[in-house]
């Protein structure tokens, strides 16, 4: 998990090496600059840990190369590779791509005529990524905003819900949320 904290284990490892004396004696070590280290458990057995954060948005897998070496001469090795894949934690609100939309609607529009579309984005995955779209509770000369406009939940499309007259009403804002549908949900406004 990309939240996992240093020290998590990764993996448990065992070398040995059947030669005697200096021939046996084995050096352990990981290859490349990757976010793991090398405990020793005991005897000839490693712990693979987590030795930083991680975070899935910057780098998603990671090749864990391990490489054995005894102390004869010649030196003799052998490598191991792991691919470790991070998973997702809900740890990115979504952003909308503007904090303000401007919008302008002609006068005797009519009713259910498409406005604008807000949108936002989201670099988590799956559901931790899925955008619920909605418009927050408020009045526009005494009445619910949700009687002068509406928003399609799943693309942010907005909508007149009646025909606007400059007469009565030359303009309004309104705020607009978005929710991802991870745990726990996070969100983010836009006007």
Same mark, same amino acid.
């Given at each position: #998990?990309?939240?996992?904290?240093?020290?998590?284990?990764?993996?448990?490892?065992?070398?040995?090496?059947?030669?005697?004396?200096?021939?046996?004696?084995?050096?352990?070590?990981?290859?490349?600059? +990757?976010?793991?280290?090398?405990?020793?458990?005991? !005897?000839?057995?490693?712990?693979?840990?987590?030795?930083? =954060?991680?975070? !899935?948005?910057?780098?998603?897998?990671?090749? +864990?190369?391990?490489?054995?070496?005894?102390?004869?001469? =010649?030196?003799?090795?052998?490598?191991?590779?792991?691919?470790?894949?991070?998973?997702?934690?809900?740890?990115?609100?979504?952003?909308?791509?503007?904090?303000?939309?401007? +919008?302008?609607?002609?006068?005797?529009? +009519? =009713?259910?005529?498409?406005?604008?579309?807000?949108?936002?984005?989201?670099?988590?995955?799956? !559901?931790?990524?899925?955008?619920?779209?909605?418009?927050?509770?408020?009045?526009?000369?005494?009445?619910?905003?949700?009687?002068?406009? #509406?928003?399609?939940?799943?693309?942010?499309?907005?909508?007149?819900? !009646?025909?606007?007259?400059?007469?009565?009403?030359?303009?309004?804002?309104?705020?607009?949320?978005?929710?991802?549908?991870?745990? =726990?949900?996070?969100?983010?406004?836009?006007?």
């Amino acid at each position: #998990s990309e939240n996992a904290t240093p020290g998590t284990a990764i993996a448990l490892l065992s070398v040995t090496d059947k030669d005697s004396e200096e021939n046996g004696q084995t050096h352990v070590e990981i290859l490349g600059e +990757v976010p793991f280290k090398l405990k020793t458990s005991f !005897r000839n057995y490693y712990t693979i840990v987590t030795d930083g =954060p991680l975070n !899935r948005e910057s780098v998603d897998t990671y090749t +864990v190369t391990v490489v054995a070496r005894d102390k004869g001469s =010649p030196s003799l090795a052998t490598s191991k590779s792991i691919k470790l894949q991070v998973s997702d934690e809900n740890d990115n609100a979504p952003a909308f791509t503007q904090p303000i939309y401007d +919008v302008y609607v002609t006068e005797n529009n +009519v =009713p259910g005529a498409y406005i604008h579309a807000v949108n936002a984005i989201d670099p988590d995955i799956g !559901r931790n990524a899925h955008l619920n779209y909605s418009i927050l509770e408020c009045d526009i000369q005494g009445m619910s905003v949700k009687t002068y406009v #509406s928003i399609n939940n799943e693309s942010g499309a907005l909508y007149a819900l !009646r025909s606007f007259d400059y007469e009565q009403l030359k303009d309004f804002s309104f705020t607009v949320q978005a929710t991802d549908n991870g745990i =726990p949900e996070l969100s983010s406004n836009a006007t």
